[in-house]
């Protein structure tokens, strides 16, 4: 699962990228424009982990991961309204969420592409490059479909035909395709078009040092994007994360306490994107090794088994379930099975977040 970190030039998305991944890409002032990006795979934070390590001390502990690409500014060519790079855009629809970065902080010392700092104006501008790009699939593809649809009667091009004109409707009044809750098989005919407007988005506000503690007047100005389904907002300062993802952990701590903050941002900011993503973690547990395994909503068990290994799909038999709050409550599967919450599941049952399960599967 990949998340872009796309904005402005300059509006803080490797400073973001450097907090977020614990690294130190080189921010510099004037590397504006350039075409490459940066990448990492970072864990994610789950307490629930935490709590089954406790319990089986295993060897090993392996969270789930999300993968951060830093991606080169949105710009437009020649600033004309002609719309973004081809390639540039193409890139961006591979993603499976975008996180936006808007630039609230001063320092003079920093330009902005636009003049001066206005996050709610650069989200617009943003959003305009994307619904335009978006509109343009959406019209080539009514265009076409418009000339066979009719003729041929096929039911499936119709179907196409009446969902791509509610998505023209919705462009037209200047609003993301997020805001329409499709149903799954509209879905899924809208799949492979890969509509920027319609990934999971979050939005973060980049404020300044001296803003902190003042994150709710500028979410404030967000209320309204923050409605909109698959959206979020949040307000960090870039800058003081990434400083804070260099620490040692007991340095870190003085540092966040200083400034009065509870956790770093880091955590919070992964967990946010980890969620919009609308996955499904289920856990796997033993003295070897605790693990985490990511699965889309929906997946059947042994659709999930072979998330663990192709064996375990071909040759899956049943899944001994337990749910997360039960195995930590009683402590141990022998004490579930016991009190009747291990569950002999088949192959059609749907996982849900949080269960624990150990596959049975010959082959
Ligand atoms: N004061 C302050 N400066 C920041 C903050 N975040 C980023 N900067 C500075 O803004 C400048 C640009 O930051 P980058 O992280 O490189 O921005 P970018 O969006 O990756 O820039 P491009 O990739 O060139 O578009 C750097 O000098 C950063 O130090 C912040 O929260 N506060
Ligand atoms: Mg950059």
């Known amino acids: 699962m990949i998340v872009g970190i796309v904005g402005l030039p300059l509006s803080g998305k490797t400073t973001l990228f450097n907090a977020l991944t614990g690294g130190s890409v080189a921010v510099d002032k004037f590397m504006g424009g350039k075409r490459e990006t940066h990448r990492a795979v970072v864990d994610v934070p789950d307490e629930r982990l935490e709590r089954l390590a406790e319990i089986f001390q295993p060897r090993k502990v392996t ?88 003729k041929t009667k096929n039911e499936e091009e119709l179907f196409e035909l009446e969902l791509l004109s509610r998505f023209r409707t919705v462009l037209e009044e200047n609003q993301p395709l997020r805001v329409l809750e499709l149903a799954p098989e509209e879905e899924k005919v809208v799949r492979g078009y890969s ?86 973690n289920f856990f796997t547990a033993g003295e070897k090794e605790v693990r985490a395994w990511t699965i889309r909503r929906g997946t059947r068990a042994k659709e999930a088994a072979g998330a663990i290994h192709s064996d375990l799909e071909r040759g899956f038999i049943r899944a001994e379930v337990v749910p997360y709050e039960d195995l930590v409550r009683l402590g141990s599967f022998a004490r579930c099975r016991e009190e009747g919450v291990l569950r002999l599941e088949g192959k059609d049952y749907v996982v849900q977040d949080g269960d624990v399960i150990t596959v049975r599967f010959g082959v």
């Open 195 to 280: 509509f920027l407007t319609l990934k999971p988005t979050l939005i973060v506000v980049n404020i300044g040092e001296s803003d902190l503690g003042k994150e709710q007047v500028w979410l404030d100005k967000f209320a309204d994007v923050a409605t909109v389904p698959n959206t979020r907002v949040t307000a960090v300062c870039a800058q003081i994360e990434a400083e804070i993802a260099q620490l040692e952990p007991e340095d870190a701590r003085a540092f966040l306490d200083d400034l009065n903050l509870e956790e770093p941002a880091r955590s919070r900011l992964i967990r946010d994107s980890y969620e919009l993503l609308g996955l499904v």
């Open 63 to 150: 969270p789930a991961t999300v993968e951060y690409v830093d991606m080169a500014p949105v710009q437009r060519e020649g600033g004309s309204r002609s719309g973004l790079d081809d390639e540039f855009l193409g890139y961006i629809r591979t993603l499976d969420e975008l996180l936006i970065v808007l630039r609230a902080f001063e320092d003079e010392s920093v330009p902005h592409p636009l003049g001066n700092v206005d996050p709610v104006r650069d989200l617009d501008e943003l959003m305009a490059e994307f619904l335009l790009s978006d509109l343009a699939i959406v019209e080539n593809r009514i265009a076409r479909l418009e000339k066979t649809a009719h």
